[in-house]
């Protein structure tokens, strides 16, 4: 017996010590929209491909970069209803942080109870893991600027700079090449976007690319404006 025996069931094992569920909501991440994200000396950037199927759809209603509270953003690849709920989660989780100590809940802390909230669904009868891996981007209780991936498996890593999503082998070994320990944040937009035209499909334009950006400055999440993507766009050709 193969382990394709052991592919419907999220509880069990297979006899190679692997939950075939999770493995497959690996693929889902990895059929998804590239997204990346860079650590800069002075805050991080999120950026993402957010290409839609039709000309028809309106854009201004589509959103991958999403603030979960002032000082903390997320972006994801894979399934978008599944990211909907751990944003929602995230949200709720932050805003009761604050309720209890009236401080910005730290990213580190954000990502641990984000990564309990995915690894609990993959020890649940009845349910099925979250199709996504989510970057997470924030400013640390001491200050410091900080990446995170999160996994379906509800693993988490911290990261100088990585890419998740469709083409994150070749976008992961262009940043290994471009990323730099002193890079700053306005240097790390420009390598973002480079990254994300090596394997972009067709013209990239303000809007189906979408950027986070959180500043050590004034410690706060933004998603620029199509107007500013724009800009960062033109200085890069």
Not at 175 to 204: C, N, P, S, W
Request: hydrophobic share 35%; net charge negative; glycine share 10%.
């Amino acid at each position: 017996m193969g382990d394709s025996a052991y592919s419907f069931s999220l509880t069990t094992f297979s006899r190679t010590g692997k939950l075939l569920q999770i493995e497959y909501a690996l693929n889902a991440v990895a059929n998804g929209r590239t997204s990346l994200g860079i650590c800069a000396t002075d805050g991080v950037v999120i950026a993402t491909d957010k290409k839609l199927t039709s000309t028809l759809v309106d854009t201004a209603h589509v959103g991958k970069v999403e603030a979960v509270d002032s000082g903390s953003g997320m972006v994801y690849s894979g399934v978008g209803p599944d990211y909907r709920v751990l944003v929602r989660k995230a949200r709720k989780s932050s805003q009761s942080y604050y309720r209890q100590y009236r401080e910005i809940k730290p990213v580190t802390q954000l990502v641990k109870s984000t990564a309990s909230v995915m690894q609990e669904y993959t020890q649940s009868g009845g349910v099925r893991p979250f199709g996504v891996s989510l970057l997470v981007a924030g400013i640390d209780g001491d200050g410091i600027p900080k990446l995170y991936q999160v996994d379906p498996s509800g693993a988490y890593f911290g990261w100088k700079a990585t890419a998740i999503g469709k083409n994150y082998v070749n976008a992961k070994a262009f940043l290994e090449k471009r990323y730099q320990d002193d890079i700053e944040l306005e240097d790390a937009v420009h390598t973002a976007l480079l990254t994300l035209r090596e394997g972009f499909e067709g013209e990239m334009t303000s809007e189906n690319i979408e950027v986070g950006i959180v500043s050590k400055a004034d410690g706060k999440f933004r998603v620029l404006t199509p107007s500013e993507v724009q800009d960062y766009l033109d200085e890069a050709t």
